[in-house]
């Protein structure tokens, strides 16, 4: 039986090492993402500041480019996930992160402080009407770009998944 989910937990590894096992591990799973194009995956990259940051160097950051650009073809889908949307652009004027947002189909944006607005607008279409919502969304509210589409949207768990929480 194959593992449906893998996971690597390498918090404890210190700060020091923590990029280059994020590192080693991601491309284990990208080895695991292209070994059948007919089965669908996904690979979620949480604090992918630590990739494609200013910490981080154009080596770990265009293989995370690299990634964004063909998952698509080993019928796999990625997901970048960071607290502070600046981070995506700190490193070599912002081309990992543009990258990822361009080769995102679906983009998911969470409360953020007006910095981080400001960063976003640079990089996409947000109205002013959308500047000031996505300043004052509650938890669980999020604004979506879908293609074109910008869908304000709430995320609620139904009992099941409350009980799977807890």
């Given at each position: 039986?194959?593992?449906?989910?893998?996971?690597?937990?390498?918090?404890?590894?210190?700060?020091?090492?923590?990029?280059?096992?994020?590192?080693?591990?991601?491309?284990?799973?990208?080895?695991?993402?292209?070994?059948?194009?007919?089965?669908?995956?996904?690979?979620?990259?949480?604090?992918?500041?630590?990739?494609?940051?200013?910490?981080?160097?154009?080596?770990?950051?265009?293989?995370?480019?690299?990634?964004?650009?063909?998952?698509?073809?080993?019928?796999?889908?990625?997901?970048?996930?960071?607290?502070?949307?600046?981070?995506l652009f700190s490193l070599e004027n912002g081309t990992y992160g543009k990258s990822i947002l361009n080769n995102s189909s679906i983009k998911t944006f969470f409360s953020l402080e007006e910095e981080n607005i400001k960063i976003l607008c640079e990089y996409s279409n947000l109205s002013?009407?959308?500047?000031?919502?996505?300043?004052?969304?509650?938890?669980?509210?999020?604004?979506?770009?879908?293609?074109?589409?910008?869908?304000?949207?709430?995320?609620?768990?139904?009992?099941?998944?409350?009980?799977?929480?807890?």
């Open positions: 039986m194959c593992n449906k989910l893998i996971v690597a937990d390498i918090y404890e590894l210190g700060e020091e090492n923590i990029k280059y096992a994020m590192f080693v591990f991601i491309e284990c799973f990208w080895n695991k993402v292209k070994e059948n194009r007919k089965v669908k995956k996904a690979i979620y990259l949480d604090e992918i500041w630590r990739l494609i940051g200013v910490t981080s160097n154009r080596y770990v950051a265009g293989f995370i480019y690299k990634i964004f650009k063909t998952i698509r073809k080993y019928s796999g889908s990625a997901v970048a996930i960071t607290q502070d949307v600046s981070d002013e009407k959308e500047k000031i919502e996505i300043k004052t969304l509650k938890r669980g509210e999020c604004l979506m770009f879908v293609g074109d589409d910008h869908i304000l949207t709430k995320i609620e768990a139904d009992d099941f998944e409350k009980g799977m929480i807890v």
